[in-house]
Nanobody, 125 residues
Framework: QVPLVTSGGGLVQAGGSLRLSCAAS????????MAWFRQAPGKEREFVAT????????VNAATVKGRFTTSRDNAKNTIFLHMNSLKVEDTAVYYC??????????????????WGQGTQVTVSS
């Protein structure tokens, strides 16, 4: 088990910024790929970004590229999602996830083994 605690969500106006954090309370963090997903009401869980164990990262090019980035601080067992230029359509519950390290980016939610509790992000117009 890798307990994940997510924080940083909230209400923000369109065009604003938020930073989400996800901390792993135990586990060998350096050996895990981490990711962010989101789920809006009535929609499927959607890949947002991933940060691999080796520091390589990528985001969903279709929806958040150029606005969101992800980073990780292995010393603090924490991953971040930096969200800028937020849009109303970014409104969702955001989840962080973890899986044992791999050799390639994983973008499907069922490829991840451990999940945080989710944090609500609401973007108002």
């Amino acid at each position: 088990q890798v307990p994940l605690v997510t924080s940083g969500g909230g209400l923000v106006q369109a065009g604003g910024s938020l930073r989400l954090s996800c901390a792993a309370s135990k586990g060998d963090f350096i050996n895990y790929d981490m990711a962010w997903f989101r789920q809006a009401p009535g929609k499927e869980r959607e890949f947002v970004a991933t940060s691999m164990w080796n520091g390589l990262s990528t985001v969903n090019a279709a929806t958040v590229k150029g606005r969101f980035t992800t980073s990780r601080d292995n010393a603090k067992n924490t991953i971040f999602l930096h969200m800028n230029s937020l849009k109303v359509e970014d409104t969702a519950v955001y989840y962080c996830a973890a899986r044992p390290k791999s050799a390639a980016f994983k973008r499907q939610w069922d490829e991840y083994d451990y999940w945080g509790q989710g944090t609500q992000v609401t973007v108002s117009s």
